[in-house]
């Protein structure tokens, strides 16, 4: 038959390890309090016995008193035994606590790194639509318009007119110009001071400092190239 594991809550191993530390916090009173008295009924032996030896004490109060340390070692004996299973019963419960402290930290990371990933999915998202209404709208509309004043108004210049407006956009540089680049918003924001931001993952295998242990991969972040991205001017397919 299959077992089913009992899963306690973490009020309830929070209401067992202060129950714990309570158990033990009294156990060990009584052993201070053991370990004194026995501390004093050996002072007083020592005292009896030195009587004994002047001839001031009789024998019998030694042997009295020996009973009453033999009683008190007993007892230690035994308070002695009780804190080690309850001390290790601490130990189970407090590694536990700090497990589901740690798995607690790690699904709110999780939670908060998913909800973060889901906002940016939706900018990446619009961005994508963004560049494609890019094509298919603006930057089409727009070579349609610079085509018919190239065709309508070539007698009169509407060619070169024309190939200027081309070069808002992208105007490479000419012999005598300094080199730059040809897209003209990228080039003014170089001019601005701007630089690209790229990077990349990159995972190296750390070598564990424990001898014969396997090592692990972590990841860190190396400047690359940015996300460059094509934008054409783009129509319907001709039939």
Same mark, same amino acid.
């Given at each position: 038959?299959?077992?089913?594991?009992?899963?306690?809550?973490?009020?309830?191993?929070?209401? $067992? !390890?202060?129950?714990?530390?309570?158990?033990? *916090?009294?156990?060990?009173?009584?052993?201070?309090?053991?370990?004194?008295?026995?501390?004093?009924?050996?002072?007083?032996?020592?005292?009896?016995?030195?009587?004994?030896?002047?001839?001031?004490?009789?024998? #019998? *109060?030694? /042997?009295?008193?020996?009973?009453?340390? #033999?009683?008190?070692?007993?007892?230690?004996?035994?308070? %002695?035994?009780?804190?080690?299973?309850?001390?290790?019963?601490?130990?189970?419960?407090?590694?536990?606590? *700090?497990? %589901?402290?740690?798995?607690?930290?790690?699904?709110?990371?999780?939670?908060?790194?998913?909800? %973060?990933?889901?906002? !940016?999915?939706? %900018? &990446?998202?619009?961005?994508?639509?963004?560049?494609?209404?890019?094509?298919?709208?603006? !930057? &089409?509309?727009?070579?349609?318009?610079?085509?018919?004043?190239?065709?309508?108004?070539?007698?009169?210049?509407?060619?070169?007119?024309?190939?200027?407006?081309?070069?808002?956009?992208?105007?490479?540089?000419?012999?005598?110009?300094?080199?730059?680049?040809?897209?003209?918003?990228?080039?003014? /924001? $170089?001019?601005?001071?701007?630089?690209? &931001?790229?990077?990349?993952?990159?995972?190296?295998?750390?070598? *564990?400092?424990?001898?014969?242990?396997?090592?692990?991969?972590?990841?860190?972040?190396?400047?690359?190239?940015?996300?460059? &991205?094509?934008?054409?001017?783009?129509?319907?397919?001709?039939?």
């Amino acid at each position: 038959m299959a077992t089913t594991a009992l899963i306690i809550s973490d009020k309830q191993i929070e209401n $067992d !390890l202060a129950q714990a530390r309570k158990e033990l *916090s009294h156990v060990q009173e009584r052993l201070r309090g053991e370990e004194a008295r026995l501390a004093a009924a050996k002072r007083e032996r020592g005292d009896l016995v030195d009587g004994v030896a002047r001839g001031r004490t009789e024998p #019998s *109060s030694v /042997l009295k008193l020996d009973g009453t340390i #033999s009683e008190i070692e007993i007892r230690l004996e035994g308070l %002695r035994k009780i804190p080690p299973p309850i001390e290790a019963r601490i130990t189970e419960l407090t590694k536990e606590t *700090s497990r %589901r402290q740690v798995a607690a930290a790690r699904a709110a990371r999780e939670k908060e790194r998913d909800a %973060r990933a889901e906002k !940016l999915k939706a %900018r &990446f998202l619009q961005i994508r639509e963004t560049l494609a209404l890019l094509c298919t709208g603006e !930057l &089409f509309t727009a070579e349609q318009e610079r085509a018919m004043i190239a065709s309508e108004y070539g007698d009169i210049g509407g060619v070169e007119i024309a190939k200027a407006l081309s070069e808002i956009l992208f105007a490479p540089s000419h012999p005598s110009q300094a080199l730059r680049n040809p897209e003209v918003h990228l080039a003014h /924001l $170089d001019a601005a001071g701007l630089v690209p &931001f790229g990077f990349k993952v990159v995972s190296e295998l750390r070598p *564990s400092v424990v001898q014969g242990a396997r090592g692990e991969y972590v990841s860190r972040l190396r400047p690359a190239s940015p996300l460059c &991205f094509t934008v054409l001017a783009m129509g319907p397919r001709a039939s």
